[in-house]
């Protein structure tokens, strides 16, 4: 009984996003059970006395949020340890098997690759799951959705230099017809369609430019934030916010058990690219704060090293 048990240390280093490793060490490995017991009288939220048995038990909320939280640092390591291809085309399996609110990520992996590693994830998938990607899709997918996902992931990009000036004024009118006339419809209109899904990222650009002074207004505005069609041209167009919000979300005290798994996406997807350093610099235009520090004051333990180790890759 020589050692005494910090309670309160050990309740912070098993609360929030990760764990702190090595204080569970040091203090429950050298802990006496008569320590242990005091530790699950006091921790009401974590264990319920029995008193008919004359023993406390875990709450079940508590055994899943421990799994949960040990578990993101053995996520992260694992699909670090992918191959980029190989981990793109398992989310895309993962969104598909989600549904509807899990297609926004279907949009991210199409949007914000290059034009081989695209190809490549479709080879995966091909690996992986014995089928397409895009017949995978068509057939889970319905709706107005459809075509502009299946035509996303099907792209096969220009990322040259050159630009027609003037196709991208006539696609940023059409665009902008479209918006005009059926807002959340732009999403079923052929053109609309093509334009997302073939013009390089660079045409897009010119045509973002055309667009904002055909109508005096900012094209990613122009569509409801639930849009697909919006969600694809963040990706598109401004990657490095699209990331930044991701992340802010995933980091809200506040976020479900599935947005905060956002953070590792972003970052073991990210790290090896040359935009990492971009969304880090634009979280902090956009939030105030460095990412870095914002990882440091609400991730722990081995997650949150990795995490700041995959950062500083970027720098």
């Not at 098997?97 to 081989?116: F, H, M, P, Q, W």
């Not at 799951?129 to 299946?150: T, Y």
């Not at 990222?201 to 900012?218: A, P, R, T, W």
Request: with cysteine; charged share 30%; hydrophobic share 35%.
């Amino acid at each position: 009984m020589a050692h005494t048990l910090d309670l309160e240390g050990i309740t912070k280093a098993i609360s929030g996003m990760g764990v702190e490793e090595g204080a569970l060490i040091s203090t429950l490995g050298n802990s006496h059970k008569d320590h242990r017991k005091l530790f699950r009288r006091a921790s009401k939220s974590f264990f319920v006395e029995d008193e008919e048995r004359a023993f406390e038990k875990c709450h079940d909320h508590f055994v899943k949020h421990l799994k949960i939280e040990f578990s993101r640092f053995t996520n992260a390591v694992v699909m670090w340890s992918m191959h980029p291809w190989e981990r793109d085309a398992r989310l895309v399996k993962k969104a598909l098997k989600k549904g509807d609110e899990a297609y926004n990520l279907i949009v991210e992996v199409s949007c914000t690759r290059s034009s081989e590693d695209l190809l490549g994830a479709r080879k995966a998938y091909h690996s992986l799951f014995d089928q397409s990607m895009e017949e995978d899709i068509a057939s889970h997918v319905h709706g107005s959705q459809r075509k502009l996902l299946v035509g996303l992931v099907s792209a096969y990009r220009y990322e040259g230099k050159e630009v027609k000036e003037s196709s991208a004024k006539s696609d940023a009118k059409i665009l902008a017809e479209a918006v005009a006339s059926s807002g959340e419809g732009a999403i079923e209109n052929d053109e609309v369609v093509r334009i997302l899904s073939t013009r390089s990222k660079l045409h897009l650009e010119h045509l973002y430019k055309h667009f904002n002074q055909i109508q005096g207004s900012d094209l990613l505005g122009g569509v409801s934030e639930s849009s697909l069609i919006n969600e694809a041209l963040l990706c598109l167009l401004k990657p490095s916010v699209y990331f930044s919000k991701i992340l802010n979300a995933s980091l809200n005290k506040d976020a479900d058990k599935g947005t905060k798994k956002w953070l590792t996406r972003v970052f073991v997807t990210r790290a090896d690219h040359g935009d990492m350093k971009e969304i880090a610099e634009e979280y902090n235009q956009l939030y105030g704060e460095p990412l870095a520090q914002t990882i440091q004051e609400k991730i722990k333990g081995n997650y949150r090293d990795f995490l700041l180790t995959l950062l500083s890759k970027s720098n």
